[in-house]
């Protein structure tokens, strides 16, 4: 089963607006990434944070992770037209292989200009 | 830009062919992954590298048969594929040891005739 979950599946904002999606696992965890993936391309890394990390910050990207509720939240603030793409969270599962991620099921954003 | 490299990024085969992907990296990562991506879905591990040798097979089916000719390349001899095998092969390759983000190239569009 799906080690992640995102919610929602799908999120269309006008440019300019945030977007927030979240992120939902089942098992004690490492670490928690978020991915996007653009149309056709491959997975791009945008932040790490591990389970002793309560919040995260890259340019526009805020990430929470709440060991508690196992959950995490990724925000992009002031959102572009470029922003479009399906974010993708993963975990490392605690006490598993260092290399085993498991992704979630995928949020697909789409930003309007 | 992505810092692995896949080729081809299509390919078409029948069912009786042989064919092979690739993949390079010269980030000096001593752990290489192949992902398989069906449309609208996350990726699912199926093999995983480290220092040259095999760490993880995800109980792929022996007509998907990797190759780790040394710590750049990694390869996906492909033999007696079926439909149902067209998808995304997504390569990637990550440092060693555990937090470590893993590091995508855009994949090979496979379909099979």
């Known amino acids: 089963s799906q080690q992640g979950e995102e919610d929602p599946q799908a999120l269309s904002i006008q440019e300019g607006e945030n977007a927030t999606m979240n992120c939902s696992y089942k098992?004690?965890?490492?670490?928690l990434q978020w991915y996007r993936q653009n149309s056709g391309r491959g997975l791009v890394h945008l932040i790490l944070i591990r389970s002793n990390e309560r919040e995260k910050h890259s340019g526009r990207l805020r990430v929470t992770l709440d060991t508690s509720k196992k959950s995490s939240s990724l925000l992009i603030t002031a959102s572009r037209a470029a922003d479009t793409a399906s974010y993708f969270c993963?975990?490392?599962?605690?006490?598993?292989?260092?290399?085993?991620?498991?992704f979630g099921k995928g949020t697909l954003l789409t930003v309007n200009p | 830009d992505t810092e692995v490299t896949q080729t081809p990024k299509h390919l078409v085969m029948g069912m009786t062919n042989k064919k092979s992907l690739k993949c390079e990296q010269h980030m000096g990562h001593r752990a290489m992954y192949w992902y398989k991506q069906k449309a609208k879905k996350p990726p699912e591990l199926m093999f995983v590298?480290?220092?040259?040798?095999?760490?993880i097979n995800e109980s792929v089916p022996s007509r998907f048969s990797p190759e780790c000719p040394n710590s750049s390349l990694l390869n996906l001899h492909l033999h007696a594929l079926q439909p149902e095998d067209s998808a995304l092969y997504l390569c990637?390759?990550?440092?060693?040891?555990?937090?470590?983000?893993?590091?995508f190239g855009d994949g090979t569009r496979l379909s099979i005739l």
């Open positions: 993963a975990t490392d599962r605690f006490g598993g292989s260092n290399y085993k991620l498991t």
């Open positions: 098992t004690s965890i490492n670490n």
């Open positions: 990637a390759s990550s440092q060693e040891g555990r937090n470590q983000p893993q590091h």
């Open positions: 590298y480290s220092y040259e040798k095999l760490s």
